[in-house]
């Protein structure tokens, strides 16, 4: 399958004279890293050795991507988090969040989906690990921190997180496959809903 990644690279990622440089490339899963290096090359006038030189191998290349579309998405959420003042505004925020996000870049989250085994068998599968703990541990807070109210998540709250997520990320996964047509943010209301619904003891 082929597709279109955009990738706008920040300074702490890469060396300065790569800072101000945005990737579009379409390619194919297999062909990712070779791609990916040479619209690097192509847009910052700069040598593959040097690339590779920075990234490490392949799979820092492959990471470096995952990562970056990750934060992205994760500051999506923590953008609508923060106005959230109850546990249902809060669940609510969660799926909206990630509806939206995926309708706004179908490139960058089918990316995610079809890289993400990729990066949790590599190198870099120890960050990951790292970076989806601190993820799961600042949901918990937020959704913990409303009193009284939080008393009413099902638990163990290891399966809260499948439970909001789960069926918004299955018809996502099957937009982005052309399986269903109509746009995950049409939906936006009955997923929150049915999250929140999940919820409940």
């Known amino acids: 399958m082929v597709f279109s990644i955009i990738y706008p690279i920040s300074k702490p990622l890469l060396p300065k004279q790569f800072g101000s440089c945005e990737i579009k490339e379409q390619y194919s899963v297999k062909e990712y890293y070779f791609v990916f290096a040479e619209a690097i090359k192509a847009r910052c006038e700069t040598s593959v050795g040097a690339i590779y030189h920075h990234f490490g191998n392949k799979e820092g290349i492959l990471s470096a991507l995952f990562f970056a579309a990750q934060d992205d998405q994760r500051q999506h959420l923590d953008r609508e988090l923060a106005n959230t003042n109850s546990l249902r505004e809060a669940v609510y925020s969660v799926i909206c969040s990630y509806l939206d996000w995926v309708v706004a870049n179908p490139e960058w989250a089918r990316f995610l989906y079809q890289a993400r085994s990729a990066v949790a068998k590599g190198p870099f599968q120890e960050e990951l690990k790292d970076r989806n703990a601190k993820g799961f541990r600042e949901l918990k807070?937020?959704?913990?921190?409303?009193?009284?109210?939080?008393?009413?998540?099902?638990?163990?709250?290891?399966?809260?997180?499948?439970?909001?997520?789960?069926?918004?990320?299955?018809?996502?996964?099957a937009w982005l496959a052309g399986r269903v047509q109509t746009s995950p943010r049409d939906y936006r209301e009955e997923f929150a809903e049915s999250a929140w619904r999940s919820l409940q003891r």
């Open 141 to 173: 807070a937020k959704l913990l921190g409303f009193g009284n109210e939080s008393n009413s998540i099902v638990q163990p709250f290891e399966i809260v997180i499948s439970l909001i997520v789960g069926p918004s990320e299955n018809y996502c996964k």
